[in-house]
T-cell receptor, first 114, second 112 residues
Framework: DAGVIQSPRHEVTEMGQEVTLRCKPI?????LFWYRQTMMRGLELLIY????????DSGMPEDRFSAKMPNASFSTLKIQPSEPRDSAVYFC????????????FGSGTQLSVL | GEDVEQSLFLSVREGDSSVINCTYT??????LYWYKQEPGAGLQLLTY?????DMKQDQRLTVLLNKKDKHLSLRIADTQTGDSAIYFC????????????FGQGTELSVKP
């Protein structure tokens, strides 16, 4: 398996624009997580899905953020409208049950909002 | 909720042992994990320990768990320059679908 695949790798956009981040989890994994990493706040869990259903979105900063998982092999995180304070590295991770399969991270999307 | 704390920086000489410490608050965590993050990359699972164990060894890595004090440590023997990275500990929240809470990360710098 190629691992967790995220796209794009880098995104530079202007304030007010819509941003869509994409993730393909490892095949067979039943949980998917979106994390945000910044220098100030470290690694924050935004939302996670289990069997494609959102379980806990309490980490989503505000209504500008939304996430979907239409099927077991794809998830999106959307920011609309984007703001400079959203600049961060966004990681997607997937897992399946057992400890040795938690968590596998993608390489992240570096988002810069100007 | 679970809170996980780590010291931010550690600097060692190549060949020495490194010990990275972590404290956590939720005693119901079933597993505790150590992850490594190299520059520009995602986190990579290094090792984990089940909460009813007090030690686990995996090649150069030794994990010690003091459940009474809620203290977890990662010892890296014979530290190499390639071990320079940020190390995160994480606790798993019981019965929440694999949700992990991460510490702030400890940046390990290995000097030749």
């Amino acid at each position: 398996d190629a691992g967790v695949i995220q796209s794009p790798r880098h995104e530079v956009t202007e304030m007010g624009q819509e941003v869509t981040l994409r993730c393909k989890p490892i095949s067979g994994h039943n949980s998917l997580f979106w994390y945000r990493q910044t220098m100030m706040r470290g690694l924050e869990l935004l939302i996670y899905f289990n069997n494609n259903v959102p379980i806990d979105d309490s980490g989503m900063p505000e209504d500008r953020f939304s996430a979907k998982m239409p099927n077991a092999s794809f998830s999106t995180l959307k920011i609309q409208p984007s703001e400079p304070r959203d600049s961060a590295v966004y990681f997607c991770a997937s897992s399946f049950g057992r400890a040795e399969e938690k968590l596998f991270f993608g390489s992240g999307t570096q988002l810069s909002v100007l | 909720g679970e809170d996980v704390e780590q010291s931010l920086f550690l600097s060692v000489r190549e060949g020495d042992s490194s010990v990275i410490n972590c404290t956590y608050t939720d005693s119901s965590s079933t597993y505790l994990y150590w992850y490594k993050q190299e520059p520009g990359a995602g986190l990579q699972l290094l090792t984990y320990i089940f909460s009813n164990m007090d030690m686990k060894q995996d090649q150069r890595l030794t994990v010690l768990l003091n459940k009474k004090d809620k203290h977890l440590s990662l010892r890296i023997a014979d530290t190499q320059t390639g071990d320079s990275a940020i190390y995160f500990c994480a606790g798993e929240i019981y019965n929440q679908g694999g949700k992990l809470i991460f510490g702030q990360g400890t940046e390990l710098s290995v000097k030749p």
